[in-house]
T-cell receptor
Framework: AQSVTQLGSHVSVSEGALVLLRCNYSSSVPPYLFWYVQYPNQGLQLLLKYTTGATLVKGINGFEAEFKKSETSFHLTKPSAHMSDAAEYFCAVCGTYKYIFGTGTRLKVLA | KAGVTQTPRYLIKTRGQQVTLSCSPISGHRSVSWYQQTPGQGLQFLFEYFSETQRNKGNFPGRFSGRQFSNSRSEMNVSTLELGDSALYLC??????????????FGQGTRLTVV
């Protein structure tokens, strides 16, 4: 069975600081991995995805993630946090015609 | 290109009633999935339809059902509503016509409150 674990349900960073949101996955087959962002009272917006090929994936809004098979990780980073990055972030792995989501990490950006 | 449209955005129902939620996918997408989002359980998969066929179903009671029409629009129905059914219901649209083409686009959701 496939699963995703997000470490840290809440993360706070100062504006301009590095953002690091952690995601570890479990999968018996090569995984397809995704990061989504959710703003209050909104749906999910895709930030980036990993299917095959380059392990460093660049997404929208300056976010990127690196697929590390040896560590079964797919952590999300952004070099410099902006106030507008405050939201909830979900890591997901693609299963059989469905997504399996992590529990989410709420990012707070401090002025 | 229009995004995924879910209607209604907000709904208040009484325990025991039934409700139908609607989702119009992105044009050309044949896969529609439904998810329930609650603070306690997070995002949980309900079911997925592709060309009117249900290909996968999550671990929800039979009160939750869905269908997809020939134009790919989908509806989900919840009968005999319980307080615990209060949630944000999200619809996702995807081509999902190959293992490589699974990127999902989500609607804004329907916020269901059961009182």
């Amino acid at each position: 069975a496939q699963s995703v674990t997000q470490l840290g349900s809440h993360v706070s960073v100062s504006e301009g600081a590095l953002v690091l949101l952690r995601c570890n996955y479990s999968s018996s087959v090569p995984p397809y991995l995704f990061w989504y962002v959710q703003y209050p009272n909104q749906g999910l917006q895709l930030l980036l995805k990993y299917t095959t090929g380059a392990t460093l994936v660049k997404g929208i809004n300056g976010f990127e993630a690196e697929f590390k098979k040896s560590e079964t990780s797919f952590h999300l980073t952004k070099p410099s946090a902006h106030m507008s990055d405050a939201a909830e972030y979900f890591c997901a792995v693609c299963g059989t015609y469905k997504y399996i989501f992590g529990t989410g990490t709420r990012l707070k950006v401090l002025a | 290109k229009a995004g995924v449209t879910q209607t209604p955005r907000y709904l208040i129902k009484t325990r025991g009633q039934q409700v139908t939620l609607s989702c119009s996918p992105i044009s050309g997408h044949r896969s529609v999935s439904w998810y329930q989002q609650t603070p306690g359980q997070g995002l949980q998969f309900l079911f997925e339809y592709f060309s009117e066929t249900q290909r996968n179903k999550g671990n929800f009671p039979g009160r939750f059902s869905g269908r997809q029409f020939s134009n790919s629009r989908s509806e989900m129905n919840v009968s005999t509503l319980e307080l615990g059914d209060s949630a944000l219901y999200l619809c996702a649209s995807s081509p999902w016509d190959s293992p490589m083409n699974t990127e999902a686009f989500f609607g804004q959701g329907t916020r269901l409150t059961v009182v």
